[in-house]
C-alpha cells in the first residue's frame, strides 16, 4: 500500500512538473534540454526542488526576463491600440461594430436553446433537440473547438462551454420521489398519518 502510494504520488508531482515546464516553453520558456539530459531514474525521482532549480538556473533565470519582456510587449501594443481606437472614431466605429456582431451572434445562438423554457403538456424537449442537432444548429461534445493549450496527458483539451447547458433537459429536470430520505425517516416516525386523514 505505501509502495502504491510513493508511485502515485511520484506520478502526480512528475505529471504536475512536466505540465509546468511544457507550459513555461510553450510560452518561449525553457526548453525541456534540461530534463532529457537528466537520466531516466533521476527523471523520475524529481520534486519541486528540482523545479526551482530549474527556474532559478541561470537558463531559467533568461527565459523568464524573456517571457516577462514578451508580456510587457504585448499588453503596450494593446494599450496602443486602445489609444488609437480612443483618438480615430472610425477605427472606434469598427471596433463597436464588431462588438455589436458579438453580440448579435451570441444572442442567435443563445435563442436557439429557448425550446428548454418550453413548457406545455406532452412536449418532449429531446424532440426539438434531435432536430436542431439534426440542421447543425446545436453543437455538443465533439463538434465543439478544444483548445489546444489545454491538452495533457491524453486529454484533447477543455472547451469554452459548459456542454450540460446544451442538453435538453437542463431547466426541466427529473425527481426521484423515492430518494426523499427525510420523508422516509419521517414516515417511520408517523408522519404520513397526517396525509392519510
Known amino acids: 500500500m505505501v509502495l502504491k502510494t510513493e508511485i502515485v504520488l511520484g506520478c502526480a508531482a512528475m505529471a504536475a512538473a512536466l505540465m509546468r515546464?511544457?507550459?513555461f516553453h510553450a510560452h518561449g520558456g525553457a526548453s525541456l534540454s534540461a530534463l532529457s539530459a537528466l537520466p531516466r531514474s533521476a527523471a523520475l525521482k524529481m520534486s519541486i526542488i528540482d523545479d526551482l532549480r530549474l527556474i532559478f538556473s541561470e537558463e531559467g533565470k533568461k527565459n523568464k526576463a524573456a517571457w516577462d519582456e514578451r508580456e510587457k510587449a504585448e499588453m503596450e501594443a494593446a494599450q496602443r491600440e486602445v489609444m488609437e481606437r480612443r483618438r480615430n472614431p472610425e477605427k472606434m466605429a469598427e471596433y463597436m461594430e464588431g462588438i455589436e456582431n458579438n453580440r448579435s451572434n451570441l444572442q442567435e445562438d443563445r435563442e436557439v436553446y429557448?425550446?428548454?423554457q418550453k413548457v406545455e403538456e406532452g412536449y418532449d424537449p429531446l424532440t426539438d433537440w434531435k432536430r436542431l442537432r439534426k440542421e447543425g444548429k446545436l453543437k455538443i461534445g465533439d463538434d465543439l473547438e478544444?483548445?489546444?493549450?489545454t491538452s495533457r496527458l491524453g486529454s484533447e483539451g477543455l472547451q469554452e462551454v459548459r456542454v450540460d447547458e446544451r442538453?435538453?433537459?437542463?431547466?426541466?429536470?427529473?425527481?426521484?420521489?423515492?430518494?426523499?430520505?427525510?420523508g422516509k425517516l419521517f414516515g417511520m416516525?408517523?408522519?404520513?398519518?397526517?396525509?392519510?386523514?
Do not use: C, H, L, W
Open 21 to 23: 515546464v511544457s507550459a
Open 114 to 116: 429557448d425550446f428548454q
Open 167 to 182: 442538453m435538453p433537459y437542463i431547466d426541466q429536470g427529473y425527481v426521484d420521489e423515492d430518494a426523499d430520505v427525510m
Open 146 to 149: 478544444r483548445d489546444p493549450t
Open 189 to 197: 416516525f408517523g408522519g404520513k398519518k397526517s396525509e392519510e386523514q
